[in-house]
């Protein structure tokens, strides 16, 4: 069964940073894309980023040159760091095994004030 545990959300003014983390178990890690999504009040939820095991990784056009994956298979975790944050990055952030369907943490919530 797979868990993931996000964190680093809050609160931050338009331009800031923040580093989100998910901390995976349950799979074997090191061998599986993982990616992050977000959901924004009354919208569907959306694809951010995705990391394979080898390999450029992907962006959605809203955040590319803003944000960046990256992974520590040795800790089990994925990171999304985002700069240039704006107010429309407002969401609950969520990252998933993209090879399990279904599988989220509780998400982390991430405010850009302006």
């Known amino acids: 069964q797979v868990q993931l545990v996000e964190s680093g959300g809050g609160l931050v003014q338009a331009g800031g940073s923040l580093r989100l983390s998910c901390v995976v178990s349950g799979i074997a890690f090191s061998i599986n894309p993982m990616g992050w999504y977000r959901q924004a009040p009354g919208k569907r939820r959306e694809f951010v980023a995705r990391i394979f095991t080898a390999g450029s990784p992907n962006y959605a056009e809203s955040v590319r040159g803003r944000f960046t994956i990256s992974r520590d298979n040795a800790k089990n975790t994925v990171y999304l760091q985002m700069n240039s944050l704006k107010p429309e990055d407002t969401a609950v952030y969520y990252c998933?095994?993209?090879?399990?369907?279904?599988?989220w943490g509780q998400g982390t919530q991430v405010t850009v004030s302006s």
């Open positions: 998933t095994a993209l090879e399990f369907p279904g599988s």
